[in-house]
């Protein structure tokens, strides 16, 4: 089993839609969990870190089951500018040499 | 501003050459790292180091070597060993020690090196 597993996609999605997207993790001792932007040709970005509780911010929702071991965001109002690929990101231990990156999903967002 | 800088951006390389990619930050930060993206793929981990004059492997370090003779420097050599060197290098830091309340990496704008 890959150690975090995500939908390649592309998600083609039209303007204003809510889309979401989820991610599977096999290491069950995993701390943190995160999820990076990346723009075609670009560097990743954070984006926002998904905390046990779920977190929100603004049209971006995070959420985090440690018993299913999978980890979702929700884009809600989907905009021209939130085309890109999302990766989801899962550190197993203290050090940030300890993250696991997902191949990414990629999302268009289409007029 | 305060950030990484990697150069070069474009590099092309003929086969049995080394090369090696610069990476810089001012962000005083003490972990440097290197990764490696394929097409289609994650982000691997060929190098990283967490203090001046120490480095470790990830988890792709055959056929690459790094130095850390300063702190704000993380060098990346690719070298005649390496099988399939043509990816998109980045190089990114962090802060040390207790994780960041974000666990946030600092990436580069990335070196895409191709070998014809």
């Known amino acids: 089993r890959k150690e975090v597993e995500q939908d390649p996609g592309p998600f083609n999605v039209p303007e204003g839609a809510t889309v979401a997207f989820n991610c599977t993790y096999s290491?069950?001792?995993?701390?943190?969990f995160f999820w990076y932007r990346q723009d075609c040709r670009k560097e990743p970005k954070l984006l926002m870190s998904v905390y046990s509780s779920g977190n929100e911010d603004g049209r971006f929702t995070a959420q985090l089951n440690r018993a299913s071991q999978y980890i979702s965001l929700l884009i809600r109002d989907s905009k021209l500018s939130d085309s890109a690929t999302y990766l989801c990101v899962v550190r197993s231990g203290a050090g940030s040499y300890q993250l696991t990156f997902g191949k990414g999903t990629k999302l268009s967002v289409i007029p | 501003d305060g950030g990484i800088t990697q150069s070069p951006k474009y590099l092309f390389r003929k086969e049995g050459q080394n090369v090696t990619l610069s990476c810089e930050q001012n962000?005083?930060?003490?972990?440097m790292y290197w990764y490696r993206q394929d097409p289609g793929q994650g982000l691997r981990l060929i190098y990283y180091s967490q203090i001046v004059n120490d480095f470790q492997k990830g988890d792709i370090a055959e056929g690459y070597s790094v130095s850390r003779e300063k702190k704000e420097s993380f060098p990346l050599t690719v070298t005649s060993a390496q099988k399939n060197p043509t990816a998109f290098y980045l190089c990114?830091?962090?802060?040390?020690?207790?994780?960041?309340?974000?666990?946030?990496?600092?990436f580069g704008e990335g070196s895409r090196l191709t070998v014809l």
């Open positions: 990114a830091s962090s802060i040390l020690g207790a994780p960041s309340p974000t666990g946030e990496l600092f």
């Open positions: 290491n069950s001792a995993s701390q943190s």
């Open positions: 962000l005083n930060h003490d972990a």
